[in-house]
T-cell receptor, first 112, second 114 residues
């Protein structure tokens, strides 16, 4: 079946460090979305990617849509304590219409 | 606040009781989605509406679950005869018409079944 893998599962970093996480899927995505979720809250959309090879930034966040359309990464530069949370990649499988499939999430901890 | 809202934020119920959750979408968004999220996992799709029409249901949506969007605005998700395995965060998301896939989530309803 179709699989979406996200890594790493968790990261513990010092404030000021850069962070990178990625997702790989077994099938093509037409869109890659990156969300951040704080405890007890819903996911908040950070970045949306629509074209293979696309590189998009949102402040200290940068994400890329892999050229194979089966992978994406998210980088956070110069991390700060408020970056703490769970980061999810998501997207619709090419054959699944608009419903989103989510990765397992990357739990980020930033030590001041 | 013009974002997606959900009510209640938390619900504790006893096994066997019925519960109903409400989602109010961003006003111009015609598509509304329900997802379920258990601890340590990403959200999983349950069902979605385009206006008032329910267009797709996941196999996760057992016959104890029913969702409605009667006037194409707010939506309700009802769970009948709740089971402990129904304990989860229930998330609503909405998106505008068009070709992009950006879904915007509400804060969720945390259900605990005792």
């Amino acid at each position: 079946g179709q699989q979406l893998n996200q890594s790493p599962q968790s990261m513990f970093i010092q404030e000021g460090e850069d962070v990178s996480m990625n997702c790989t899927s077994s099938s093509i995505f037409n869109t890659w979305l990156w969300y951040k979720q704080d405890p007890g809250e819903g996911p908040v959309l950070l970045i949306a990617l629509y074209k293979a090879g696309e590189l998009t930034s949102n402040g200290r966040l940068t994400a890329q849509f892999g050229i194979t359309r089966k992978d994406s990464f998210l980088n956070i530069s110069a991390s700060i304590p408020s970056d703490v949370g769970i980061y999810f990649c998501a997207g619709p499988w090419e054959t699944s219409g608009s419903r989103l499939t989510f990765g397992e999430g990357t739990q980020l901890t930033v030590n001041p | 606040d013009t974002g997606v809202s959900q009510d209640p934020r938390h619900k504790i119920t006893k096994r066997g009781q019925n519960v109903t959750f409400r989602c109010d979408p961003i006003s111009e968004h015609n598509r509304l989605y329900w997802y379920r999220q258990t601890l340590g996992q990403g959200p999983e799709f349950l069902t979605y509406f385009q206006n008032e029409a329910q267009l797709e249901k996941s196999r996760l949506l057992s016959d104890r679950f029913s969702a409605e969007r009667p006037k194409g605005s707010f939506s309700t998700l009802e769970i009948q005869r709740t089971e402990q395995g129904d304990s989860a965060m229930y998330l609503c998301a909405t998106k505008s018409a068009g070709r992009n896939n950006e879904q915007f989530f509400g804060p969720g309803t945390r259900l605990t079944v005792l």
